[in-house]
């Protein structure tokens, strides 16, 4: 819902008096309730911020995450601009630090019991005690170690709750974060610094599982994080932050049954937590139990009065048992709470049809649209209004766009045909309740769902589709899984996701050609070709198969049968550029160089404007010797087209040198070697120019480069064309004797 909100937000246009409360939202957006808390923008100037900080002990630790937080702010609101952030103290402390990882002063008898409570050192004693319980020396060794790690805490607190409230922070570009795992023990000790001197420091096994929870989640190991933070809140009962991380990793994960056994426990002991109560909720109403659903969500609402989701998926039950006029009230909230919340309007919108109200209905889709305008549900629903209140060029406009997006929908070409002729009857067959067309719509969840993904942030996205697959096992949600589950990195969980979809169905071609996709990243390049192999028997016409078969054979090396899979998907299909271009380099690669350049040039017939294939002709022109000024005009062409393409440029200056041009041949060189990063080849090319003028010096210190970065690509299994080693070794002692001799 928070990204909806912010998304929607950055639409609005705002004025100069409402500008500081609309960054002062962005800012809570971005950083948390936490940090906000003791963190308030008080001045915004161009491409800056001005922040007010509870405590200057704080200033270091918000300074050291300022790229992140302008990072966040910029994703939110599409402040493109924002580049600093001016932190200073505030002149009156405004609110208490938040506490992390830091035990209910109220509950600490949930701490175990240190033999001291009188003495400064109580808690290290404490502590001590504890760590005789663990018996593996090693775990005693880094508890030990951590506890004293005291330092920095304040860093590491606000780290840790920047981590926890940002909606995604990048890893490899995933939504995510990292956490400085060794610190952790010094946030939990942070207590005493403003709380109880006599505070316990609890049992380090739950500080142990933390950290494994930590670096699972960092590398979206949702099942092996969920793992730990069970045992963390097995060691750790009464601290309420950790049984809602445990309910979310168990949803994330897909455990539905152990959610909510887990769940209803943790319920017991914090009845009224709303994070516990919405999962709890959202779980029981994708099982069909309606009531325990509502009885949930109306917990949350209580403790949240002012937040949106619960509103909206309480409106959804209610709709399911034929409730309309209470769903309607639910809508409206949602609608009050948050404004900008497309998805609010649009399920008011459909109460507003399903009573009768077709004007009001048209007010609230019109909403969603201006808030969300690739929605295309709400248009759909729109243009049904419009047509039914007579506004038929509204109506005709909206139509004419859905028929853009969806050819193929009858139903909307028949609108069309039906607004053009001019014979829409206004209101002629509604009287009031959702019409038949419109009663097939995404299940909530797919709705937030794709907004999540829409906007990569991909972890809450996941958390929908799980509810999705909680209430109904269908083919979208998995695949929508798999992909992100490839962009985490989890290539087992997006396999797995496939495998399920190939069970669905094990006739479909393109779910065994993106399974086999999965296989071949995933190393498994045997499997890769046996599902496409499987995929050619059920569509043995289809060229593009023999096309992924032939480039699967050459993740094996299997050249001979890439090359044969390659001729037939042109047999089949002989109008695509790149079968010829890819044919021409598997050739190339075996050194047939005349079918190569046939292949090569016919890729070129197809496509005048196919750069690399220009490359290629000159590049072997260049190699053999032979045409050599129909080698340059080809790299000219392919220049044209690419200007700034450092190994076209290494091409163009290597034919000038085997045409006996070496001061060319090194001003392309050397311009390549601005545009292309560290080559071996380049820097092959470039000592065989240098030495030719005579540059011992500079030959040398190219063919040194050439042979570190060799060294280097032979080591990688994916490095590239490289130069032979033992031939650059002799230049290298050639050059050597010269430099001596002219010493």
Known sequence: MQAVLSKSLQEIESSPEDSLDRIAFYWTLAV?????????????????????????????????????????????????????????????????APRLFIPDEKKKDSQPKTSSTSSENSNDDGLKGNLEMIQDPGLKEILTRLSIKMRGAALMLAGCLFVSNCSSLPVNGVA??????????????????????QASTGDPRAYYHYLMALNAE????????????????????????????????????GQIDELLQVCGASLERFPNNPALN?????????????????????????????????YLLQGIVFDSLKQYERAKELYEQVALAEPNNP????????????????????????????????????????????????????????????AKLDPRNKKVRDHVEQLQRKSADPLANHQSGIPEELQDQPDIHMNIAAIFYEQAIYLKALDEFQLLLAKEDTKEPHMLLARIYEILGRLDKAIEEFEILKKMEP????????????????GQPEE??????????????????????????????????????????ITLNDSKDSY???????????????????????????????????????????LQGNYLDKAISHLKKALSIQPRNGYFLDSLGWIYFKKGEPELALTEIKKAMVYAPPDPVLYDHLGDVQFSLKNYEAANGAWKTSLSLTKVKKDDPDGGEVPDLGVLQEKLKKVDKLLQESY
């Open 528 to 569: 890769a070709i046996r599902l496409i192999q499987e995929a050619v028997k059920l569509e043995p016409e289809n060229d593009s198969l023999y096309h992924s078969l032939a480039l699967a054979y050459m993740g094996v090396e299997k050249y001979d049968l890439a090359i044969e899979n390659m001729r037939i998907a």
């Open 343 to 402: 998805l609010g309007h649009f399920y008011l919108g459909r109460a507003h049809i399903q009573a009768g109200q077709l004007e009001n209905a048209e007010k609230s889709f019109e909403k969603a649209i201006s808030l969300r305008p690739n929605y295309i549900q709400a248009r759909e629903h729109l243009a049904w209004v419009l047509m039914y209140l007579g506004k038929t060029e509204q109506a005709l406009r909206e139509y004419k766009l859905l």
């Open 176 to 197: 995510g974060g990292d956490a400085d795992l060794s610190s952790s023990m010094a946030v939990k000790k942070l207590a005493k610094k403003g709380g109880d001197s």
């Open 32 to 96: 948390g309730k936490e940090i906000a808390a003791i963190a308030k923008v008080t001045k915004v100037a161009p491409k800056t911020l001005y922040v007010q900080v509870a405590g200057k002990e704080w200033i270091p630790a918000l300074t050291a995450l300022r790229k992140k937080i302008i990072g966040e702010i910029k994703q939110h609101s599409g402040l493109g601009e924002l580049s600093r952030v001016v932190f200073e103290e505030a002149p009156v402390a405004f609110a208490k």
């Open 507 to 522: 006739e479909s071609v393109e779910i065994l050609r993106y399974a086999a996709r999965l296989y071949s990243l995933d």
């Open 580 to 622: 010829y271009f890819e044919l021409g380099a598997l050739l190339e690669r075996g050194g047939n160089y005349d079918d190569a350049i046939q292949n090569m040039q016919q890729a070129i017939a197809l496509n005048p404007m196919h750069s690399n294939a220009h490359n290629f002709i000159g590049y072997m022109y260049a």
């Open 278 to 310: 919405m999962i709890m909720a959202d779980v029981l109403a994708a099982r069909q139990d309606s009531y325990g659903a509502i009885k949930h969500y109306q917990k949350v609402t209580e403790a949240d009065p002012g937040g949106a989701r619960a």
């Open 218 to 253: 960092r590398e979206s190991l949702f099942e092996e994080a969920a793992s730990h933070y069970s045992a963390v809140v097995k060691y750790d009962p009464k601290n309420e932050a950790f049984h809602e991380k445990l309910a979310g990793l168990l949803l994330r994960s």
